[in-house]
């Protein structure tokens, strides 16, 4: 058995999983070939710890995995036969956190939205019922996306353009970021994808003694900070994917603008052909 040259750092949503879906099938073969290979996926998601374990328990994932958009790293016991450095004991991992306490986060935006004037409505301040009917979630997901450890999703109660522009001003002087996301803003402090992938890559690269390739799999179209932190972006759902900034052709150029588990497949196994 070759030893890898490649470190694959995947998104999940509309790239691994279907968006419609959520299912993983039609990436067996590509899922299989890395394990067969040795070559480590590591998972990248906004979502939370508790979120994704019932994704990995399905995809039996063995490898680390980044969330809450760069908030927390987490390793499966053993993993590493190296120190990881700032690590810590959480739940059944040991992890590396990069983005501030949840309970700081959110004691942080409560005060400057009081500051600036502003009505916000964060996660910490509903009942899962309250966020499945926000997010369309399911009761259970709901709860599993209230876990929260670094990162805080939340919306504008009330406050007209000027407001909120004085609420990021005053977030970004304390050190906290307030972004707009698809459905809801988000607050938090450190999280730093690209950041989490270029720690994770030196540790693998010191623990194989191989200048591994980090290849980052997402799709297109989507601004994921993460993908500043890779050697080589693969991006679904375009005919065109980018290596260095410069074009090369597409691993699917029948997929069109599709972009789920089957090009995500095919995309992997060009990669590591």
Known sequence: MLAPRHLIFSALE???LDPRTGSFAGAEEALSELERRHI???LVTPQTREEIEPLRRKMEHSHPFITESGGGIYFPDGY???KIPDSRRTARYLSVALGRPYKEVCEA????AEECGVGVAGFHHMSSKEIAGNTGLKPRDAELARSREFDEPFYFTSADEPAIARFVAAAKERGFDARPGKTFWHFSSGCDGARAVRTLTKLFRDA???KLRSVGVAPAGEDLPWLRGVDQKVLLGRERNLDHSE????????SGNSAGPADWNESILNVID
């Open 14 to 16: 509309g790239a691994l």
């Open 40 to 42: 480590p996926l590591v």
């Open 247 to 254: 074009l090369i052709e597409s691993a699917n150029k029948e």
């Open 109 to 112: 935006l409560d005060d400057i």
């Open 80 to 82: 590493f036969s190296l």
């Open 208 to 210: 194989t003694r191989i």
